[in-house]
C-alpha cells in the first residue's frame, strides 16, 4: 500500500525551528518528486517547495531562504523540510506529496500545483506562536 507518512510538526515559537519528516513506502519513490504544501485555517492549498528525482529544487518566495528541502534514497525514500526563523504565518497543516509521472523537463508551474501530485500523506500541524 502506498503510503506517506509525516511527522516532526508541533508547536514552537516564533524565530524557532522545526524539521519534518516524510517517510515514502508501499513502491519506489526514488524516481518521484517530491513535495511540500500547505494549507492555513480558512486558506487554500498553497505550495511550499519540491525536489526532483535529479535533485532540482523550488521554492515558494514566502518561504525561500528560511526552508530546505531534502531527500534520502538510500532505503525507501525520506524528505525533509528543514524550517528555521519560523514566523506565526508559517502556521499550517503541511503536507508531503509525490508525482510518479517526474517529467525529464517541466517549468516551475508545474511543479507548484496541487494538481501534480498523484499521492499525499494526511498532513502534520505546525503551530507558531507568536
Known amino acids: 500500500q502506498v503510503q506517506l507518512a509525516e511527522s516532526g510538526g508541533g508547536l514552537v515559537q516564533a524565530g524557532g525551528s522545526l524539521r519534518l519528516s516524510c517517510a515514502a513506502s508501499g513502491r519506489t519513490f526514488k524516481t518521484y518528486t517530491m513535495g511540500w504544501f500547505r494549507q492555513a485555517p480558512g486558506k487554500e492549498r498553497e505550495f511550499v517547495t519540491a525536489?526532483?528525482?535529479?535533485?532540482?529544487?523550488?521554492y515558494a518566495d514566502s518561504v525561500k531562504g528560511r526552508f530546505t528541502i531534502s531527500r534520502d534514497n538510500a532505503k525507501n525514500t525520506v524528505v525533509y523540510l528543514q524550517m528555521n526563523s519560523l514566523k506565526p504565518e508559517d502556521t499550517a497543516v503541511y503536507y508531503c506529496?509525490?508525482?510518479?509521472?517526474?517529467?525529464?523537463?517541466?517549468?516551475?508551474?508545474?511543479?507548484?500545483?496541487?494538481?501534480?501530485?498523484?499521492?499525499w500523506g494526511q498532513g502534520t500541524q505546525v503551530t507558531v506562536s507568536s
Open positions: 506529496a509525490a508525482d510518479s509521472s517526474s517529467p525529464t523537463y517541466a517549468a516551475r508551474s508545474y511543479y507548484v500545483r496541487g494538481a501534480t501530485y498523484d499521492y
Open positions: 525536489v526532483t528525482w535529479s535533485g532540482d529544487i523550488y
